[in-house]
């Protein structure tokens, strides 16, 4: 018996792709992850495709992202088989979690793709019933997928959230990564959270990391994981191996 997305929401009827871009673990010299990030068929940028997504097409379009993702890093596998595959979704179009799941877990068994190795990450400044939330992290957490909060430290829940919820990993908003390496305040806020992240079993990804000064800052705070153009741009549907530069971490 389908939702009620399956039954009233409109098609999503533009074409997109997606590119990938790497998490890395600077620690074990490796790609923990790459994100999947929409993007136009030709390559352009997501804002030409997230402008026609409305109300009542999100949830095809959501549902859309998740088949595309997977078809498309299924075949890119083989370059880095140990990776997991973050997608991003939205909680306002799930309205069902356990309904709403079964075509990407179709997916998933059709491409012969563990759903262990499967992170869905969310914005956590998309204001969002938070009962509903913890309805759809639980669900996810209980059929085996990873769940990640994005973009932590600038939205609506913050930490109310995490002490109801923890997900396996938090992606702390590049506003407090930026220029870190010259601002002292931004570091004690930072440290404090990533010691409070790991005390809760959660891992920290701190994103947008666009130089080799704030990568280093971070790393000198115990920072492994790190996603940025500082190590990778986002590859138009490839999977691209960052450079890691020996030494950075010891």
């Known amino acids: 018996m389908g939702c ?44 030409s495709i997230l402008s026609k997504v409305t ?38 179009a799930v309205y069902d979690p356990r309904a709403c799941i079964r075509l990407t877990l179709a997916t998933a068994k059709r491409l012969d793709y563990p759903v262990e190795n499967i992170i869905f990450e969310f914005t956590e400044g998309e204001e969002i019933d938070t009962v509903h939330l913890l309805n759809i992290l639980r669900t996810y957490k209980d059929l085996g997928f990873k769940t990640a909060i994005d973009d932590f430290g600038a939205g609506h829940s913050g930490l109310n959230l995490l002490a109801k919820f923890q997900p396996d990993i938090v992606k702390l908003d590049m506003d407090l990564v930026r ?31 666009e130089t080799a000064k704030e990568m280093q800052a971070l790393i000198d705070l115990g920072v492994d994981h790190i996603q940025g153009y500082a190590l990778g741009r986002p590859a138009f549907e490839a999977f691209e191996t960052p450079i890691l530069h020996q030494g950075l971490v010891s």
């Open 55 to 92: 109300e009542g097409n999100r949830y095809a379009f959501d549902q859309q992202c998740r088949v595309k993702a997977l078809e498309l890093a299924s075949n890119l596998r083989h370059q880095a088989p140990d990776a997991l595959l973050s997608i991003n979704f939205m909680p306002n």
């Open 179 to 209: 220029g870190i390496d010259a601002d002292r305040a931004k570091q004690i806020v930072v440290g404090h959270t990533i010691r409070m992240l790991k005390e809760l079993d959660v891992l920290p990804v701190c994103e947008g990391v």
């Open 4 to 47: 009620a997305g399956c039954r009233d929401g409109q098609g999503f009827d533009l074409a997109f792709s997606m590119a990938f871009q790497p998490i890395v673990n600077l620690r074990g010299g490796r790609v923990f992850a790459y994100e999947a990030l929409v993007r136009g068929v030709d390559g352009a940028g997501a804002g």
